[in-house]
């Protein structure tokens, strides 16, 4: 490959990641659970949407992500990996968290009734302990979360990465690689990942804590691992009707033997028990089946193999920044409706992607804002493969 040449399938895979976690934000003001703007009226049925949604899709991001750090180190140095990855994360995450972060804390204080400042005197309050639990480390950062979580990524996963390339890496790859050359054995990746999930998940800590931390960690991981070998390659896209039979196999097992339920109690009080063994060597089966089926039909599409348009491509991080916001300052009028969920939401969910789609352009088409965005032309490529996906390599 090429320096600065693209797989064209994992461009278009996170342009719809980015799209699916737009639909899910829409959806979380009518679900069961809490969120920062909700509907008085809600939806066991949506609900059930969210936990499907929520199962693999924000894995599905991670994984994009390693197989984008693979792509970026094939041709950069370490030292250029990082200092990529700080410049393509941290300079957004900043800005954002900055700029994007006091409104929706404004929204959600004044919908729950928790304030009656103005928004200068809630931005006050906001900027005046910013500290918050590890792993994020940082208070308050409502969607942006998934960009501290890869800032770690990538300090924690290079070690990872360069004995992967080592001899001793290249001798397990190699391993891994020659296990999955038969039909269905990419799906028993999920094997060696079920302790290390049922260790950590159920460890104390706040949202987006160590336990979430590490399941995340390692879909990110194994997205690098898939991307460095073609036999790896080669077996998610012969297993992408498996790897769906066995996701939906393992969500609907679930919710017959009442994972809702479950979780509902779970996140409430979480703890080891025979019923979490059970659920979350579930979730893990069902997570990896689905990211074998998407990855799989991506690379099966042909339409997927085709160069993502540069506006596109360019709008992606910026998108997913503005995304949130715009959701919920539009959540926060619609909710108070006296309407039905369906047409609250038949206004919530276009308008809120019109607005932010038109941020997003604006933002990645302005010279100098747009890299504060996340934005950046990659040097010696081609514009049709200049990105600024929001896990691009």
């Not at 399941?215 to 991981?221: A, H, K, P, R």
């Not at 196999?249 to 679930?254: D, L, T, Y």
């Amino acid at each position: 490959m090429a320096k600065g040449e693209r797989l064209s399938f994992l461009d278009w895979l996170r342009v719809l990641a980015v799209v699916g976690v737009f639909v899910f934000h829409t959806l979380r003001p009518f679900d069961d659970g809490d969120w920062h703007v909700k509907n008085a009226e809600t939806s066991e049925g949506i609900s059930v949407g969210i936990a499907f949604l929520g199962l693999w899709g924000l894995a599905f991001f991670f994984l994009l992500s390693g197989a984008g750090a693979w792509l970026a180190l094939r041709w950069r140095s370490a030292t250029g990996f990082l200092r990529e990855r700080l410049l393509r994360l941290l300079v957004p995450l900043i800005v954002a968290y900055v700029l994007l972060s006091p409104p929706q804390y404004f929204i959600e204080e004044h919908h729950k009734g928790r304030s009656d400042n103005s928004f200068l005197g809630d931005v006050k309050v906001f900027f005046s302990d910013l500290r918050g639990d590890p792993p994020l480390w940082l208070r308050d950062t409502y969607h942006l979360w998934f960009l501290v979580y890869l800032l770690q990524f990538a300090l924690l996963g290079l070690p990872v990465f360069l004995w992967l390339r080592g001899p001793q890496g290249r001798r397990l790859v190699d391993w891994i690689a020659e296990g999955c050359e038969r039909r269905g054995r990419i799906l028993l990746l999920a094997v060696p990942l079920v302790p290390v999930h049922l260790l950590f998940q159920a460890a104390p800590g706040p949202d987006h804590g160590w336990g979430e931390f590490v399941f995340f960690f390692d879909f990110f991981v194994v997205g690098f691992l898939i991307l460095s070998d073609d036999r790896l390659i080669a077996a998610v896209r012969r297993n992408a009707v498996p790897g769906l039979a066995m996701g939906l196999g393992a969500f609907v097992i679930g919710l017959v033997t009442g994972i809702m339920d479950f979780l509902d109690a779970w996140w409430e009080d979480p703890g080891y028990s025979w019923p979490y063994v059970w659920y979350f060597t579930l979730i893990t089966f069902a997570v990896w089946g689905w990211l074998v089926a998407a990855l799989g039909f991506g690379l099966r599409l042909p339409a997927f193999q085709r160069p993502l348009p540069v506006p596109l491509a360019r709008a992606a991080m910026p998108f997913f920044l503005v995304h949130q916001p715009v959701i919920l300052l539009i959540a926060y009028y619609v909710v108070g409706w006296n309407a039905s969920i369906l047409t609250k939401y038949a206004v919530l969910m276009p308008t809120a992607f019109l607005l932010s789609a038109v941020l997003a352009w604006l933002l990645s088409a302005l010279p100098g804002v747009s890299m504060l965005f996340g934005v950046k032309r990659q040097p010696g490529t081609t514009p049709a493969r200049a990105t600024g996906g929001v896990s691009g390599s």
